[in-house]
T-cell receptor, first 113, second 112 residues
């Protein structure tokens, strides 16, 4: 089975802190994604990556950056956390662009106080 | 850009009732379509997917969905729901050059 593992299930951070959310997948997938999930809004794409050291902005990249130094690891960085970034963050991976599903991690619930 | 709408925000049913959750997408070209489910406290799991071929797709746990290209729809159905189907359901689409786009979700509550 494909496994996508997010480093933390719950995080509480202070406003202004730099926050790192880590995601690792074990199936050699090319594509990795970071979404945030908010009630009534579904999942919104923050950033994605099609290859090592490659990143593309999604629909809501403001206030975030990403890093993909190794194929299996995709990190989301909140440069200076703000309360409006309190959310559930979901990492996903997929082997190709089309004709495949996305596999999700268990999510990180981040609270910024 | 691609968008996905789901007809209902919250659906409440009694056990054994039939379920239909609506999903419409905006893109007119070749698409892949998905329904994901998120049980309370768990990660998103794939219920079913459509890539090509028979527009009636069967998934896990007795769910099925029908792709109607002319209506840009991919509605999810189950003939008889159980209490354990209580969850949030997300419709998603992707296409060439477009990433996975998700709908806002429909929360299903099944009363015992």
């Amino acid at each position: 089975d494909v496994k996508v593992t997010q480093s933390s299930r719950y995080l509480v951070k202070r406003t202004g802190e730099k926050v790192f959310l880590e995601c690792v997948q074990d199936m050699d997938h090319e594509n990795m994604f970071w979404y945030r999930q908010d009630p009534g809004l579904g999942l919104r794409l923050i950033y994605f990556s099609y290859d090592v050291k490659m990143k593309e902005k999604g629909d809501i990249p403001e206030g975030y950056s990403v890093s993909r130094e190794k194929k299996e690891r995709f990190s989301l960085i909140l440069e200076s956390a703000s309360t409006n970034q309190t959310s559930m963050y979901l990492c996903a991976s997929s082997p190709t662009v089309l004709n495949t599903e996305a596999f999700f991690g268990q999510g990180t619930r981040l609270t910024v106080v | 850009a691609q968008s996905v709408s789901q007809h209902n925000h919250h659906v409440i049913l009694s056990e054994a009732a039939s379920l239909e959750l609506g999903c419409n997408y905006s893109y007119g070209g070749t698409v892949n379509l998905f329904w994901y489910v998120q049980y309370p406290g768990q990660h998103l799991q794939l219920l079913l997917k459509y890539f090509s071929g028979d527009p009636l797709v069967k998934g896990i746990k007795g769910f099925e969905a029908e792709f109607i290209k002319s209506k840009f729809s991919f509605n999810l159905r189950k003939p008889s729901v159980q209490w354990s189907d209580t969850a949030e359901y997300f419709c998603a689409v992707n296409s060439y050059g477009q990433n996975f786009v998700f709908g806002p979700g429909t929360r299903l509550s099944v009363l015992p």
